[in-house]
């Protein structure tokens, strides 16, 4: 081997010969994210806005158009479709512009043709003078649409390019929101002045693009093709993650333009090239296989992410929210504003996950969920149009699938159509492929909203979406035959990916052997030679774990059913019973009290019986609470039930975290543990669907039934969870040996990691490390009141660090009172102008709804992100959305008239901060104060984090309606928000970052209070010598075989592990007990 080069997500180790040693490999720090290329590309990417604004603006001025100038569906059609045709002319000039002029100007030129289309538009007194605006208008957006990704990816460094290259999207869609945000904010006015300051007001954003745009550099591609190597060199200097890359960079963009590697002048005479007749050639009349089959993806790409419809929910979603029965024009224009909000969040997230999921997986989420949304949008609409009275679930339905549409795009394939196809084409090709893709873009999107109201019409409105559904699945299919991965690859690199239309496979998986992700390196000797390196296959997911964990985070539906079934009832139980607000109070936070027996309870039986049966114990005590709360003939009995019912979920909350993080390998910790508030959601969605369900019954039977329901729930966990085996570290510590490795064999990634797992457990019960007996006399511990002692009166540092962080991380998951907004949520609808009991608990449902959408993404990134960014995140995000929920609620509150846009705004940051909360403070709580213990104190720790949860869980939820009688209900929020505040600073100085370290390395990591970051560096230094970011270098001996060590033939490069599924269906099935507290509020 003359040379071998194995990227690892940033670490590269470079051989330059058979015979170097170990000792020469060098392990390179994955480089920081380029600040540089970061602004220029936002700067370029603005220009995009241009578009999303047209789109946003037009959707609600048509509505105001169409009675000022009184125009037929047609017209409408042609106006609002017409100009992705008029795209096309634009996009076709930019490609020659931006080839004379540069790119830069060429955005100037773009921002200068839409200001004059916008004000065209603004000051149109009939339908031909608005159709040239929109010719205009049209003209300059294909400019933007164009130019945007171009330049994108010519300054974008291959680390972060799919981070970078998806940010034209990403400002489509906030202007977008800036379209919606103007028709909501004019749509006051009278009618005719009222749409044509929206469509004005468009040459704003044109003005502040085209100066800020003069800041930002050339392309050093262009730059190189007119000669100007120097200019180009400091360029990419700037914008490449090394000095490496840029030369890399700047030897490929050379070649392309025709000058020899070797010259080195700052300014060379470049032959002037023709406008791409050769390229056009080579596209259409003789393209190699592998032209082909990029021309094919990126043409299918751009396609099909117009052609399933997505432009008729954006541009006509007033139209689709009136066939919904939502009949106002302020009504209709707040809700284009939640479809606006939604698609920005949404892309916004999509950034992050280019470069760490990539491409592929997102496409086929994307298309996947795109056919089951449109599916039942379809079937919501199709639905209310035969119906004659207002069928109020179906129109939720309809809502709720107009914005799920709008955010499953936003992730997968509304960004990385622009990505992709902009990435895939080699440097020759790139200008007039990417013109290609803008071409097909816009045609099939004019095609699409300039036939939406015709086609509906034609085969009725349900029956569209239904067509488009189908458009959606033949996408799936595409994308999973013809595309392939390519996140990590060079753009040059892609030329030899791309080689056979089908069978592409092959040669991506000989790209994976050669850049190797997630490399382990085993070394036996300093003095081997690396020839003798093996790359070793990924091992599968471990389908056991995975099971395992299922099975016993099962036990958190008992909590999740319990939140969410009792936040509706009691709006029946009050009424049934005569009950007053304090015994409302007592009655919904005194579970969280009684959980706390449970809970000690659960931590000795677990000892007694086992993690697994402790659970089927939870399951029973929470069947007999439900059906004594469902019998209950008055207030007194209800209380008994309720108690009953407490210890239950006690059990549950404690057992399924303490199960799940026993059965967990270390690759999936996060994913895994955090299961039981993924089942705690599922549950909480279960009450609120239980609560809508059971409400049409009579008012003293209906809320009877809803507590009643639970019953069955239990019945379920407690035959699923009998068929998952018993937790490893209880099996040790009863001394059966070789029940234990059995379990944990199938529950780890590799028998080394199960041997180091079963080496601790039986270290921690003080069982010799030599013993290899199946069965095996261990000494009896008392109840651990060495253990309590060590927690509480004498403890270390490192285990006073364990135990603020815990304890504090609990208090303010529930201080910052996200259980008020849970729990009262209908209360909280009611003050903001709901006063319907079904629209309150449809209106909770999408709070349950959001809730478990957004704890299902928390559980892919836990183990990508990290636990303390997303804790910051979701802390300060917190503290943004409750103060703008106080601020909602405080204007409702002092006006005498109803306020449309202060309703709205409350509703959307409801379910605004469930989502922040349920991406960061609620599974990371868990998971955090699960792993951080060490084995010993893991229990004992485990519990005292559920007391101070529960507690300050009852607090909240038995002081809310006092809290805001007291200091109004604007007030309590505005206080929570404060305690948010703190809390985020709190997590800022006192968390360190977990992720990656096994759970027996915590202990070294919280050795000081404050100054743990010093230590975090030492670990992460000593990661990069040993590790290099992903590479595990294990260095068994100096001198080979001979002296105890192993030879190089065994030493190998060993893929990062899958996640376990054996491990996941354990965890999952633990954490199912969750679902019943959820179930319960």
Known sequence: M?????????????VAADHKTVADFEVSKKPKRNKFAFACSILASLASILLGYDIGVISGAIIYIKDDLKISDVQVEILVGILNLYCLIGAYAAGRTSDWIGRRYTIVVAAAIFFVGALLMGFATNYAFLMVGRFVAGIGVGFALLIAPVYTAEVSPASSRGFLNSFPEVFINIGLLLGYVSNYAFSKLQADLGWRVMLGAGAIPSVFLAIGVLTMPESPRWLIMQGRLGEAKTVLDKTSDTKEEARGRLSDIKAAAGIPEDCTDDIVQVQKQTHGEGVWKELFLHPTPVVRHVLICAVGIHFFQQAIGLDSVVLYSPRIFEKAGITSSDHKLLATMAVGLSKTIFILVATFLLDKIGRRPLLLISSGGMVVILATLGFSLTIIGHSDSKITWAVGLCITMVLSSVAIFSIGMGPIAWVYSTEIFPLRLRAQGASIGVAVNRVTSGVISMSFISLYEAIT????????????????????????????????????????LVGWREEAQKLKRKN???????VAADNKALADFEVLKKPKRNKFAFACAILASLASILLGYDIGVMSGAILYIKDDLKISDVQVEILVGILNLYCLIGAYVAGRTSDWIGRRYTIVVAAAIFFVGALLMGFATNYTFLMVGRFVTGIGVGFALLIAPVYTAEVSPASARGFLNSFPEVFINAGLLLGYVSNYAFSKLRADLGWRVMLGAGAILSVFLAIGVLAMPESPRWLIMQGRLGEAKTVLDKTSDTKEEARGRLSDIKAAAGIPEDCTDDIVQVQKQTHREGVWRELILHPTPAVRHVLICAIGIHFFQQAIGLESVVLYSPRIFEKAGITSSGHKLLATMAVGFSKTTFILVATFLLDKIGRRPLLLISSGGMVVILATLGLSLTVIGHSDKKQTWAVGLCITMVLSSVAIFSIGMGPITWVYSTEIFPLRLRAQGASLGVAVNRVMSGVISMSFISLYKAITIGGAFFLYAGVALVAF???????????????????GLFGKLVGWREEAKKMKRKRNEANGDGIEMTQMADLGPENGGVSTQQAAFVKKPKKKMFAFACAVMASLTSMLLGYGK
């Open 2 to 14: 003359s040379g071998f080069e194995a990227v690892n997500n940033g670490v590269s180790i470079s």
């Open 461 to 500: 409105i349900g029956g569209a979406f239904f067509l488009y559904a189908g458009v959606a699945l033949v996408a799936f299919f595409f994308f999973f035959t013809f595309l392939p991965e390519t996140q990590g690859k060079t753009l040059e690199e892609m030329e030899g990916l791309f080689g056979k």
């Open 516 to 522: 190797n992700h997630g490399v382990s390196i085993s």
């Open 985 to 1003: 600073f709190f997590f800022f100085t006192f968390l360190p970052e977990t992720r990656g370290k096994t759970l027996e390395e915590m202990e």
